[in-house]
């Protein structure tokens, strides 16, 4: 069982930034997919990007591409989500999720599929105009 916790999250102007750090109480192959995922209120989750912490293959959704770079610590058993020039669409409960990947490109399927076994308890973004 892989417990996640998420932190960072908060409130900012457009423009603004924040960096969110999911700490994971194992890195093995339980989590060898990790990602994170958001919630905007009253809409559906949707996956932001996930990493194949092995080889580090990564895959951003479209809308944050250039702005939001996701980064792993294995000695703090960290993954982190700097996000930066935040926009008010931005809003949504942020969640870090972990999975085995069977490979790299499972991983990265996952962004779609969001089908991870475990997931934190989640964070708040909000971003004011």
């Known amino acids: 069982q892989v417990q996640l916790v998420e932190s960072g999250g908060g409130s900012v102007q457009a423009g603004g930034s924040l960096r969110l750090s999911c700490a994971a109480s194992?890195?093995?192959?339980?989590?060898?997919?990790m990602g994170w995922f958001r919630q905007p209120p009253g809409k559906e989750r949707e996956g932001v990007v996930v990493?194949?912490?092995?080889?580090?293959?990564?895959s951003y959704v479209d809308s944050v591409k250039g702005r939001f770079t996701i980064s792993q610590d294995n000695a703090k058993r960290t993954v982190d989500l700097q996000m930066n020039s935040l926009k008010p669409e931005d809003t949504a409960m942020y969640y870090c999720a972990a999975g085995p990947g069977y490979s790299a490109s499972s991983c990265i399927g996952k962004l779609r599929s969001g089908t991870f076994d475990y997931w934190g308890q989640g964070t708040q973004v909000t971003v004011s105009s």
């Open positions: 194992e890195f093995s192959y339980s989590s060898n997919c």
């Open positions: 990493i194949s912490r092995y080889g580090g293959s990564t």
